[in-house]
């Protein structure tokens, strides 16, 4: 399964953008879509997930009610919506696919996107 994030790039604090995740080459059988996001000089951290086959999402405290995942069947793709963003929210992004269980755990994920990036300004 390949993953290509599209939609990253430079926002002003308090500014939106949408990411989008195109899965090809394959599918999964795991039902766990996620993303996640990793700032300079930090490590790797969950953002959202998403159960591809009931729709239930999951957020990270720290993005609860600013960023929305949703999912697109039709296109097998994944987007994030990301609002009210922060200076905070500067990292790469990284969308994932496949996992099974605990899809705040990055272990848990079968395949990862290249990344994007992100830079809020203040």
């Known amino acids: 399964v390949q993953l290509v994030e599209t939609g990253g790039g430079t926002v002003q604090d308090g500014g939106s953008l949408r990411l989008g995740c195109v899965a090809s080459r394959g599918t999964t059988n795991n039902p766990g879509k996620g993303w996640f996001r990793q700032g300079p000089g930090k490590e790797v951290e969950f953002v959202a997930a998403?159960?591809?086959?009931?729709?239930?999402?999951l957020y990270a405290d720290s993005v609860r009610g600013r960023f929305a995942i949703s999912r697109d069947n039709d296109k097998n793709a994944v987007h994030l919506q990301m609002n009210n963003l922060k200076p905070e929210d500067t990292a790469v992004y990284y969308c994932a696919a496949g996992a099974f269980n605990d899809f705040r755990n990055r272990d848990e994920y079968e395949y990862w996107g290249q990344g994007t990036q992100v830079t809020v300004s203040s």
């Open positions: 998403i159960n591809w086959s009931t729709g239930r999402t």
